[in-house]
């Protein structure tokens, strides 16, 4: 928010009335701004979603990244509204690098180098981080669907959620429960990604042994997604939603590409092996410009031995797994899906006077062409874009100021609020060595 300064002038001479007259007509207006809920009531706002609304970011959670949540920098803008406390399961400082997370080292010959971070973990046991179970506000569970979020046992399987139940409700809460009668008066509401970027960062194959690559069907998503509202709603209660962005929109998916995988294998071959071949439905083919590969791609093992078989992903007698790669038509499945699920999210919203925060329009913008935000240039890009973390897939600093002023941006729509926007500006994208 930029604020207008005021210039205050003393004058001690007995003709002031005639100066102020008289200079009257060129002195500049104050536009001072004063924020104001509208129709909503801001008074106790809770937070629902998945890894975007914790803070996730980098592969992992960690304090900073909870503390420039896009709900986190939401509720502080409420607070000039009539807004009230906002809690956050935030890691202590103690244990402030949380689960662990990546971070950038070196850059080598324009190659980002990454490490983990070990060290003041939120470790209480493998696998187990240490408890929060005090009341909050932000509710952003990492890993959570919307599927799983009616599974009373999903807490054995989520750390991230585990964390938050006391030791009675681990196996017996669903996170539908959980968020359920916190007598909010408004509510932000993003949860669905998960259910297609499981299967899409699997290479759209779905792992039996995992539900979390499964991508959820249509009725499903529809059902579910309305029995949430529905509750949420309950006593006309008013929030925003937010729609699903497409998978294509995020540089997991679009940094490691087939043009550089093969150049890669043409010069480490001496020009011997020149393409890619990966499996699809109708058999093994070339890759093209068109098929995704991860940001996790494992490029040590093209050309190694599989099953006996020299020359991996190399050959179309020995294409690389369904899962390592993302082939044209699992994408147009994938978008598809995207598509149908945000048309429910708009409808359910219409329906139920929400506000609509159009996550998807917003990220496909950001990727092409880009934006500029106050002279800063934000785009897609790994590394560089500003918008997005070292894992690819979540938000930096920045990009979580920029979608909470999304947010904003729909609320102060939909219901005639004022609420400021957060300066971008002051907060980093990834962070160098």
Known sequence: ??????????????????????????????????????????????????????????????????QVAFPNLIAEQMRQAGGGQFRSPFFSEEQRNGSGYLQLTALVNGQPQTANVTSSLGYRAPGRLTKFTDEVENL??????????FIPEFGSLNMYYERLLPDADVNTKAYFDFVSNRNHTFFSFW??????????????????????????????????????????????????????????????????????????????????????FISTAAGPRAATSEDLFTLTFPTDTLGKTRNGIPGYGLSPLNPLEDKLALDRDE??????????????????????????????????????????????????SFITGNAFSLDGVHLTPMGNALIANLFIDAINNKYGSRLPKVDATKYRGVKFP
Do not use: H
């Not at 048309?343 to 990220?363: G, P, R, S, W, Y």
């Open 140 to 149: 952003g569970v990492p890993g959570m669907r919307l599927d799983l979020a």
């Open 331 to 380: 994408i147009v499945e994938i978008t598809e899906r995207v598509n149908a699920f945000n048309e429910i999210i708009k409808t359910t919203a219409a329906n139920k006077n929400l506000a609509v925060a159009d996550a998807q329009a917003f990220l496909n913008n950001v990727k092409n062409p880009g934006i500029i935000y106050n002279g800063v240039g934000i785009n897609a």
């Open 1 to 66: 928010m930029v604020k207008t300064m005021k210039k205050v002038f003393n004058y001690t001479w007995i003709n002031i009335g005639l100066l102020a007259l008289a200079f009257s007509s060129c002195k500049p207006e104050i536009d001072s701004f004063e924020a104001r809920p509208g129709e909503a009531d801001f008074s106790k706002y809770i937070a629902i979603g998945n890894s975007l609304t914790a803070g996730f970011a980098d592969g992992g959670l960690y304090l900073e990244g909870q």
């Open 191 to 276: 949860l669905g990604n998960n259910d297609v970027l499981g299967y899409a960062s699997n290479g759209g194959y779905t792992d039996p042994q995992n539900p979390t690559t499964a991508l959820t069907s249509v009725a499903t998503f529809s059902a579910l997604y309305n029995r949430f509202i529905n509750t949420l709603t309950e006593g006309d209660k008013k929030g925003v939603v937010a729609t699903i962005p497409t998978v294509t929109s995020v540089p997991f998916f679009t940094t490691v590409t087939t043009a550089r995988l093969e150049a890669g294998v043409s010069a480490s071959t001496n020009g011997q092996f020149t393409r890619i």
